[in-house]
């Protein structure tokens, strides 16, 4: 039975269009065709022309009078921005690929050949663009029916795809998650068989595929389907070691992986920062290696906020991460255990202070890091701990009201200091900002420019005497 789908977009019934005139046989395939049935908007249209796809957006091009045509000869493949839709044209092919290689041998082929050679069968259909089978859709690995049972299934035998192109792996996993599907128990068997060959992947492109894992709906799908595979091992070790940590013969605490699952969980059902949903996947990636064993208590994991916050910086250098979020994430899991103590050990205003100095613009984020670290089965536990919460951050904006610490900038400035206190530049100008800073957050003297020049007034002499300046030398006349 021949399936027409009702594809109602003017820019590729116009690209029909000039492919007839031009005797060209051209079909919309992969993505596209996948996301247009799941009814989901579409801006990336990937075709496949039978023969140069290159001269074929070429002509293209010419016709929408367009200049910015980047084409990848080595490939066959061209790519055209369109206002907001990016077009991608590539002529049918077949490929092959070299045991410990990315790049592949590529020769002319049918569109079935084309179809055969993509990731998954949900990717693998295409649609007719030429006017008279506008629509026609070419389905021959059955993804449709896998798309609607939500399944993922590779058109050839699993490992076949998976040797061609590792990444497939990650793809597939991505997919999970972010579709919400079944990896068929096959696949996922050539995914656990195959998985170290995804070292001979760039970073970058696993890294890619890892943060929209992050980014999906519910980011633990594809996190559990990574760990079940032993792709963590590969992609990302420190998550991989969380795994089986707290396990003991006659104590058991909570496993750190399956708990930090349900913290990147509950973070996400609140918020689309990608970067605080990897804060939350890392907030206690250094308890491994904190992890000691205290009789009668349990395992106990002092200082890994501390660690974890120092192991931050080469995971983002490995996993080629923006280096540009890098200190907001070191900061939030420095920080992750503070509102908690500060609970424990009594709310005063000083301890809110520096609390809400050291987390600036981001103490709410800290606060929905904090409450979706609370998974514990306890319900009166969790009932106690959230009623603390809400205590502190009330807590908070009294104080916020009071003395304005939330992004808080000194009421001195190094230069008004230096002028105060006749110095240059140099390293004692910080260290009395830093006492009037201690002097705000104690509540010593209010978050105001007079106080706090009064309160150098007072103190600057002691200080300076403590830690006695180079002189300047003379100059002879």
Known sequence: MIKIIDISDDILKRIGRIADREKIVVYVVGGYVRDYLLGKQVKDIDMVVMGSGVEFAKKIAAEFGKTNLVVFENFGTAMLQAGDRK?????????????????????????????????????????????????????PFEGQTDLKAGILRTPLDPETTFDDDPLRIMRGIRFSAQLGFTIEPKVLDAAKKMAKRLEIVSQERISDEFLKIMSSLKPSVGLKAMYDSGVMKIVFPEIARLGGVNQREDYHHKDVFRHTLQVVDKVAEISDNLWLRMTALLHDVAKPKTKAFVPGTGWTFHGHEELGSRMIKKIFQRMRFPLDHLGYVEMLI????????????????????????????????????????????????????????????????????????????????????????????????????????????????????????????????????????????????
Request: charged share 35%.
């Open 87 to 139: 077009l991608e044209f590539v002529g049918a092919r077949k490929e092959s690929y070299s045991k410990n290689s990315r790049k592949p041998h590529v020769e002319g082929g049918t569109l079935e050949d084309d179809l055969s050679r993509r990731d998954f069968t949900i990717n693998a259909m295409a649609s007719s663009l030429n006017t008279e089978t506008f629509g026609r859709l070419v389905d």
């Open 334 to 477: 420095r920080l992750h255990l503070r509102p908690q103590a500060l609970v424990d050990d009594g709310v005063t205003d000083s301890a809110v202070r520096r609390l809400m100095f050291e987390a600036g613009e981001n103490i709410d984020d800290l606060m929905i890091l904090c409450r979706a670290d609370i998974t514990s089965k306890n319900e009166k536990l969790i009932k106690q701990v959230t009623c603390n919460y809400d205590l502190l951050i009330k807590k908070m904006k009294e104080v916020e009201e009071k003395d304005r610490i939330r992004n808080w900038q000194p009421p001195l400035r190094g230069e008004e200091i230096m002028q105060v206190c006749g110095l240059s530049e140099g390293p004692m100008v910080g260290v009395l900002k830093d006492m009037i800073t201690d002097a705000i957050l104690d509540g010593t003297i209010p978050n105001e420019h007079e106080a706090a020049l009064e309160y150098l007034l007072l103190k600057k002499d002691g200080i300076l005497k403590q830690a006695p300046l180079k002189k300047k030398r003379n100059r002879i006349t």
